[in-house]
């Protein structure tokens, strides 16, 4: 069976008209092997600003909506992403070129975070508060916003609209979604599940949800389109110096998820069997195209050589490949040539700086020459110089040496970005250093775990040039709803709050 006919079969399964992906001009091909596998259509600026009108009326009838019934709408998505997990799991796999635990992982996360906003929609509490006057008494509500743009990255192709579009939707929200031009086939699955769990309640708004594949002009709609007040944009840097400035301009809202360059510490203390495999997942893992991949690498003298040594066997030994042809493989593709010219120019740049690289060739596959895969790369650097300081997607770990623990963590904060970082130690004293106020500068601090794969309950994103956006659990849902704060006068007079006297005859 060739890929195209694998794709073909899982489309059918979930749902998805053929026409919406035979007849279109932008190709969809697989890292995999590099190979064409499908054709989508895009949309245009007429057909996206008319779009969002439909996405507009269906929040003016979803506002109203009482929130456990559209939590119920969520639910029965969740129950939609369980029963097609396998088929999502393995077009995530061909599409983004995950092994298949992660494509199946990443279907897992979508659940995950339907199941929180299924119990959220009778969570969404408003304070009351003590108001200083008499026969007063003051109180939030927290009400839907309208409806919200999802920008979302090829590497998590269908989980982080899944954080936003739950969260949105429980908030009486509809989402509109341009996914990565690199991952189309993923989101036209994902939708044709909404639409499925849509058409099992009855009075569901049409238009809840709203795809939009598209380049990046598809993209700028929605950031300056005023009908939408909240974009959650995930991708790079460079991406986001061009969305936030512009929602700012028009003082919408933003959620920006933007590049990470995350750091572990590896402490004497350190239980060092376990950071072994912790980095080698952080490190190594979905080819070190997450957001979260651990990219540089805190070592104590004390331990250095033993556990650089450790690390090496398994970067010299993990195996390398297609997930679907290969059993066991670890660590799959690139997305593209262009990460694989990316990760080659950082090599060359940290030769340059006086790194010493081990791994990171391209490993050819005859049969699939437009196929990127490589062996990940450890990178021992000198210093923290050149490519140290960017994210660069691919799997590149950049190992330094420390001596005092208060040098680690200058190190760890001294790049532009902040989104994970994590700490391998069983000293309490440094442990609690590193999560202080003067620890790591991180949105994500975690302790003898690595900096990627995180649960959604807790919230997601970072600070710095990572966007200071976040997304997922905890109380993210605050940003998918707009705060009234009421004073309510239940007495006869007119007290007026700080001892203000304003008496008329
Ligand atoms: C991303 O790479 O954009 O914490 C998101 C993680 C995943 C999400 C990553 N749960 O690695």
């Not at 939030?140 to 916003?145: A, I, K």
């Not at 809840?208 to 300056?224: A, K, N, P």
């Not at 490949?321 to 950082?346: C, H, S, T, W, Y």
């Amino acid at each position: 069976m060739t890929l195209a006919t694998d794709v073909d079969s899982l489309l059918q399964k979930l749902g998805v008209p053929r026409n919406l992906y035979t007849q279109g001009s932008r190709t969809a091909r697989s890292p995999l092997t590099g190979e064409t596998i499908a054709s989508v259509q895009d949309a245009n600026t007429g057909s996206a600003t008319e779009a969002i009108a439909r996405a507009q009326a269906a929040f003016l009838a979803w506002r109203t909506v009482p929130a456990p019934q559209r939590g119920e709408l969520v639910r029965v998505l969740g129950n939609e992403l369980r029963g097609a997990k396998a088929e999502l799991g393995r077009l995530v796999t061909i599409e983004a070129g995950k092994i298949q635990s992660e494509g199946q992982g990443e279907v897992q996360e979508m659940i995950d975070i339907c199941d929180f906003a299924v119990g959220l929609s009778r969570q969404l509490y408003g304070l009351t508060i003590a108001s200083e006057r008499p026969n007063h008494r003051m109180m939030e509500q927290w009400h839907p916003l309208g409806p919200v743009g999802v920008i979302t990255s090829f590497n998590f192709p269908v989980a982080v609209w899944s954080w936003n579009a739950a969260l949105a939707l429980v908030c009486g929200n509809p989402v509109i979604w341009k996914p990565s031009e690199k991952t189309p086939l993923t989101a036209l699955a994902v939708q044709a599940l909404f639409e499925r769990a849509a058409a099992k309640i009855d009075g569901i708004p049409a238009d809840l949800s709203t795809l939009l594949i598209g380049g990046r002009d598809i993209g700028e709609l929605l950031v300056d389109d005023p009908r939408i007040p909240l974009v959650s944009a995930t991708g790079s840097t460079a991406m986001g110096r061009m969305v936030g400035p512009r929602l700012a301009a028009r003082f919408a809202r933003s959620i920006l998820e933007l590049g990470g360059n995350n750091a572990s510490i590896v402490c004497p203390s350190a239980n060092l069997d376990l950071a072994v495999r912790a980095i080698a997942f952080a490190a190594i893992g979905t080819a070190g195209q997450r957001c979260t991949s651990l990219r540089r690498l805190l070592v104590h003298h004390s331990v250095y050589d033993a556990f650089v040594g450790r690390l090496k066997q398994v970067y010299g030994s993990v195996r390398i490949g297609n997930p679907l042809a290969v059993n066991d493989v670890l660590v799959g593709p690139l997305i593209d040539e262009m990460a694989f010219r990316k990760m080659q120019k950082a090599l060359a740049e940290a030769r340059t700086s006086g790194g010493e690289v081990f791994g990171g060739a391209r490993v050819e596959d005859k049969q699939n020459p437009a196929a990127y895969y490589v062996t990940p790369a450890l990178v021992e650097m000198p210093a923290q110089t050149g490519p140290v300081l960017r994210e660069t997607f691919a799997p590149i770990l950049y190992v330094m040496k420390y001596s005092e623990f208060g040098e680690a963590m200058e190190m760890h904060n001294s790049v532009p970005q902040g989104l994970s970082s994590s700490i391998f130690s069983t000293d309490m004293h440094e442990v609690e250093e590193f999560l202080s106020a003067r620890g790591s500068d991180c949105g994500i601090a975690n302790v003898n775990i690595g900096p990627s794969g995180a649960e959604i309950g807790g919230a997601f994103g970072g600070e710095k040039e990572t966007g200071g956006g976040r997304e997922a659990g905890s109380d993210s849902w605050k940003a998918y709803m707009r705060r009234v704060t009421s004073t309510i006068n239940f007495g006869h007079d007119l007290p007026l709050a700080q001892g203000v006297k304003f008496d008329i005859d």
